[in-house]
């Protein structure tokens, strides 16, 4: 993932390594001499008086440092507002490069200072997006306070699934359907027992449950089913007013704000998006959802900064690497040095697309797995491809600003040369 950048003729080099508390900045000028070291505090006035030092120097200035956690974007951002060049140092580059300069695995601040600015001087560096500046801010948190919420209730629908049903009702995890839909956990929340159910009879059962079920086809005869089962249940006989029960309908409504949560974002973020138009170019190609579309444009930002398909596919992690040393060649795989998110949201929405129908993701598998139907290796590796078709179709309707068009290719329409056709 490091690029080479040159360095403007008779820049100064500042090389800062970032931590939580404290930066180690070495400022280098062009003519040589001695450098320069500070350090500065995690402070407002320790963070515009290196901007205004920096700015007193009166030649263009290129900073680098090496992301640290989120620690380091408000001295970029108030470095970026200065008007100075930001470079960024990957931080495998930068370990390796350590251990080449001076032959061992140990660091400390001050030396990484040194290798970050020694980077900085042969071009080894990333050009820096700041999301604040870049107008990805707000889509990058709603991306991932989705991810963390949806992964909370995940965990949350999974501890109701094996813990807490097999113990108070066992037999309604056969209702359960879809873990988005919120109408079994009213109905959980407020029937957590089969005696809960049983006591009120059939009639007034069915007319409290009426309301909580929801828009189902055959209510009645649903709601009589589950009914049916709470009468045959081998629950543990827990009293309802038991601390286990209460524990029991904590959980549910956890789970229950978890998923009003997460509606919520994802309807800020259509809103938000709706009118954007590389949103609605990716929402029309197979498998992309309106998550998956805000994900995209969270940890990617401008598609077209990407000026080939290679470059974006390299960026997701999705170029293919060989490990090869003399007489030795391992196999080709993929590199997966690339921003994780954006790999699992392609991986997903080629999953997505591979079910629908009409559309060259789904005959593009059809022709990989052909005749090795049974084979999982080889599926496994239809879909790795069907991946990186995604991201490159991603990248093109974005760059172009063309919509998608779900063609089916057959092998049978391609065009053939003349002198290759049968006569």
């Known amino acids: 993932m490091t690029r080479m950048h040159s360095t403007p003729a008779g820049a100064v080099l500042v090389a800062i390594d970032m931590s939580k508390h404290r930066q180690e900045v070495l400022i280098e000028r062009p003519e040589g001499g001695r450098r320069r070291r500070l350090t500065v505090m995690a402070t407002k006035a320790d963070y515009d008086g290196l901007a205004e030092q920096l700015v007193a120097i009166g030649r263009p200035i290129v900073v680098g440092?090496?992301?640290?956690?989120?620690?380091?974007?408000t001295l970029a951002h108030r470095l970026?507002?200065?008007?100075?060049?930001?470079?960024?140092?990957?931080?495998?580059?930068?370990?390796?490069?350590?251990?080449?300069?001076?032959?061992?695995?140990?660091?400390?601040?001050?030396?990484?200072?040194?290798?970050?600015?020694?980077?900085?001087?042969?071009?080894?560096?990333?050009?820096?997006?700041?999301?604040?500046?870049?107008?990805?801010?707000?889509?990058?948190?709603?991306?991932?306070?989705?991810?963390?919420?949806?992964?909370?209730?995940?965990?949350?629908?999974?501890r109701l699934l094996t813990h807490?049903?097999?113990?108070?009702?066992?037999?309604?995890?056969?209702?359960?359907?879809?873990?988005?839909?919120?109408?079994?956990?009213?109905?959980?929340?407020?029937?957590?027992?089969?005696?809960?159910?049983?006591?009120?009879?059939?009639?007034?059962?069915?007319?409290?449950a009426w309301t909580l079920v929801g828009r189902k086809v055959s209510k009645a005869r649903l709601i009589n089913d589950i009914y049916a089962t709470a009468t045959a249940s081998i629950a543990l006989p827990v009293p309802l007013d038991s601390a286990a029960i209460t524990m029991f309908r904590m959980v549910i409504a956890e789970a229950r704000s978890l998923i009003h949560q997460r509606d919520q974002i994802e309807a800020i973020a259509h809103a938000m998006l709706a009118e954007h138009r590389d949103y609605q170019l990716l929402r029309m190609v197979p498998g992309i959802g309106p998550i998956n579309a805000l994900t995209i444009l969270a940890e990617a930002g401008d598609l077209r900064r990407f000026s080939h398909h290679r470059q974006f596919l390299k960026f997701c992690g999705l170029d293919l690497a060989t490990c090869q040393s003399g007489t030795f060649r391992g196999r080709t795989k993929l590199s997966k040095y690339g921003n994780a998110r954006l790999r699992r949201t392609f991986w997903m929405a080629a999953q997505v697309a591979a079910r629908q129908r009409d559309n060259s993701f789904r005959d593009k598998l059809g022709r990989y797995t052909a005749g090795h139907a049974d084979d999982a290796d080889r599926r496994r590796k239809a879909m790795t491809a069907l991946t990186a078709k995604m991201a490159r179709v991603a990248h093109a309707v974005v760059k172009t600003g063309t919509e998608y068009r779900p063609f089916l290719e057959r092998p049978a329409a391609r065009w053939k040369a003349p002198s290759l056709q049968v006569p």
């Open 65 to 73: 440092f090496e992301a640290t956690g989120n620690y380091h974007r």
């Open 164 to 208: 807490y049903l097999p113990l108070y009702f066992p037999e309604i995890a056969r209702f359960a359907g879809n873990s988005r839909s919120d109408w079994f956990l009213a109905l959980l929340e407020r029937f957590p027992t089969p005696a809960s159910i049983t006591v009120l009879g059939p009639d007034g059962f069915s007319a409290e």
């Open 80 to 158: 970026l507002s200065a008007g100075f060049e930001l470079r960024l140092i990957s931080s495998v580059a930068l370990a390796r490069t350590r251990e080449a300069l001076h032959n061992g695995w140990d660091k400390n601040d001050p030396k990484d200072a040194q290798v970050i600015l020694h980077m900085l001087r042969i071009g080894a560096t990333q050009r820096y997006v700041d999301p604040l500046a870049a107008g990805i801010n707000d889509l990058q948190e709603l991306s991932k306070t989705h991810e963390a919420i949806s992964k909370a209730k995940t965990q949350t629908w999974h």
